[in-house]
């Protein structure tokens, strides 16, 4: 199927969502569907750089904090612009950031590399807690607008079909590169580095272009988070749970294809919202934990990868 | 030789305090087999690496085809028409045999200029007929044999449409039919108008490829000239046997 008609078949499965969470009626399902969708851009982001090219972001929180924070002092110096101008503003900070992330720590490899995005998450943290522009560690409030700017509907609808959007965005990209020549590279690089330089494969380039991609996407995601929280400080923005999940997410549903990541956001980030309502939000995390050590255990390759065998 | 396609000139590499490599001067002309031996340990294949781009050279100078190469990174010079073979095979364990070779037809082949873009489906497939593949082209580097590992290798170095083959050891471990497998093929390329630089330690195949045998030793070139000279050449033999 070509990316254009897998795109618009993607559109009206995100019509008909859209129309199937209004049928329901009740509010919070736009809450509660909102963080999954969110979880399907940062899992699907986080994909492109771990899952195709191999390296394991441990600083997802950092590229997702930072586009909320963008948000953040573009809503307090010119609070007229649109949500999707901030959310590319947002995006475009953190594809800056990987990209500068990239250019610097791309020379280590595995778990080096991963400690390292922990620690510029660390970093980036500790520069936002210390800037009392966007409310330092007291936090930032945002005012949430009542109702949705482009149709009748409350704001978080808006929100909800924001967050639609940009992940059939990001699915239909990390589709397109999977099939692509970009997506022969990054796999060539994800299987053997030397042997892909060797075979032509510029692998700094491609290395950039994964981190600046899979940071943009993830800021793109965390720019609209200050209208949904309407309270941001940085110990929740910044939160290891971001990173936490959205690196179960892709190895619960399988990393080689776009569609793991799919799965694994809407099944993983589904169930936390039940169990968040029905038991406990801490139990949310624990679950993360059972659950990525039964898929390590039995099904290493996540659910695509069980279902391909 | 029809003019030199690789001129390397006075190359060298240390590690630490350890010289690998000290002014080695070498030329291949387009088209030609040359055989480059040398106990373990002696430089050759960190002469390959520093030619591939792998390692960068302290000293000297290597220019290919008329481009000098020195500070190119090694998938610019695949693209200028350098492929090698790794010593100890390194496919892309995750793709299948096509999608390996596809790899460097992608980002290697199609990106040289004046070259028509062919087929990328075509192209692998003749590839992997050519190295006796092409049955298992769906499967993934894992099923494969150790000697159907090194063509594959020797497939996907291929693909990039090279001027200049390095085989780094091809032939190691493999039996003495496989050798003269191996062997056959690498006529067939060099038959296509490619220069090939074995590097091997099996003495029958190298004498029997070679048009010019180049010996290393602890990091210099002790001899350079006719294979059936060089190997009677007393410290060519001392290297090897002990004097």
Same mark, same amino acid.
């Given at each position: 199927m070509g990316n254009i008609r897998f795109g618009l078949l993607?559109?009206?499965?995100?019509?008909?969502?859209?129309?199937?969470?209004r049928a329901i009626g009740n509010p919070y399902v736009f809450f509660a569907g909102y963080v999954v969708l969110q979880y399907v851009v940062l899992a699907t982001a986080w994909n492109i750089l771990g899952g195709y090219t191999g390296y394991v972001n441990f600083g997802t929180a950092a590229f997702f904090a930072m586009g909320a924070y963008t948000t953040v002092v573009l809503h307090k110096t010119v609070p007229v612009l649109p949500l999707p101008a901030m959310m590319l503003a947002g995006g475009a900070i953190s594809a800056l950031i990987g990209l500068?992330?990239?250019?610097?720590?791309?020379?280590?490899?595995?778990? &080096? &590399?991963?400690?390292?995005?922990?620690?510029?998450?660390?970093?980036? !943290?500790t520069l936002i807690t210390n800037w009392n522009f966007v409310g330092g560690s007291r936090g930032a409030y945002i005012v949430r607008p009542r109702l949705s700017p482009i149709f009748p509907g409350d704001?978080? !609808?808006?929100? &909800?079909?924001?967050?639609?959007?940009?992940?059939?965005?990001? @699915?239909?990209?990390?589709?397109?590169? !999977?099939?692509?020549?970009?997506?022969?590279?990054f796999a060539a690089i994800r299987d053997d580095e030397p042997a892909a330089e060797a075979s032509g494969v510029p692998t700094l380039r491609l290395k950039l272009i994964a981190t600046a991609l899979s940071g943009g996407l993830m800021g793109m995601a965390g720019a609209p988070l200050p209208y949904y929280v309407t309270y941001l400080d940085p110990a929740s923005g910044f939160s290891l749970s971001y990173a936490v999940n959205t690196i179960a997410m892709p190895l619960i549903g399988g990393t080689a294809t776009w569609l793991g990541p799919l799965i694994g956001a809407v099944l993983l980030g589904t169930l936390q919202q039940v169990a968040t309502v029905t038991i406990s939000s801490a139990l949310s995390l624990l679950l993360v934990g059972l659950l990525l050590v039964g898929f390590v255990i039995a099904a290493p390759k996540g659910i695509v990868g069980w279902f391909q065998r | 030789m029809t003019g030199a396609l690789l001129t390397v000139a006075g190359l060298g590499k240390r590690f630490g305090g350890f010289i690998a490599l000290s002014d080695v001067d070498l030329t291949v002309g387009a088209g030609e087999r040359l055989g480059l031996i040398g106990p373990n340990g002696s430089g050759k294949s960190?002469?390959? %690496?520093?030619?591939?781009?792998?390692?960068?050279?302290?000293?000297? %100078? @290597?220019? &290919?085809?008329?481009?000098?190469?020195?500070?190119?990174?090694?998938?610019?010079?695949?693209?200028l028409g350098i492929a090698r073979s790794f010593q100890l095979p390194r496919p892309f364990p995750t793709l299948t045999l096509a999608d390996n070779?596809?790899?460097?037809?992608?980002?290697?082949?199609?990106?040289?200029?004046?070259?028509?873009?062919?087929?990328?489906?075509?192209?692998?497939?003749?590839?992997?007929?050519? @190295?006796?593949?092409?049955?298992?082209?769906?499967?993934?580097?894992?099923?494969?044999? !150790?000697?159907?590992?090194?063509?594959?290798?020797?497939?996907?170095?291929?693909?990039?449409?090279?001027?200049?083959l390095i085989a780094d050891e091809v032939m190691a471990g493999l039996s003495h039919r496989e050798v003269d497998d191996i062997l056959a093929l690498l006529m067939t390329l060099n038959g296509q108008g490619i220069a090939i630089v074995m590097i091997e330690h099996i003495m029958r195949a190298v004498l029997a490829f070679s048009q010019r045998l180049v010996v290393l030793v602890a990091g210099r070139k002790i001899a350079d000239g006719d294979p059936q000279e060089v190997v009677r050449q007393p410290d060519v033999v001392a290297a090897y046997l002990g004097s």
């Open positions: 993607a559109l009206v499965a995100a019509a008909v969502t859209f129309a199937a969470a500068g992330m990239g250019y610097l720590t791309l020379r280590l490899r595995g778990t &080096f &590399f991963s400690i390292a995005t922990l620690a510029m998450a660390v970093v980036a !943290q704001y978080i !609808q808006y929100l &909800f079909v924001i967050m639609l959007l940009l992940s059939v965005l990001a @699915v239909v990209v990390a589709r397109a590169i !999977q099939h692509s020549r970009l997506g022969y590279g | 960190t002469m390959v %690496n520093c030619l591939c781009g792998t390692l960068r050279n302290d000293t000297g %100078n @290597v220019t &290919f085809g008329g481009h000098a190469l020195d500070g190119l990174a090694a998938h610019r010079r695949t693209r070779v596809r790899v460097p037809i992608l980002y290697a082949a199609d990106v040289k200029a004046g070259r028509v873009a062919v087929d990328p489906r075509r192209r692998c497939e003749e590839l992997l007929n050519m @190295v006796g593949l092409l049955d298992k082209a769906d499967r993934k580097p894992a099923d494969l044999t !150790q000697i159907e590992m090194r063509k594959l290798e020797l497939a996907r170095a291929m693909a990039s449409e090279p001027r200049l």
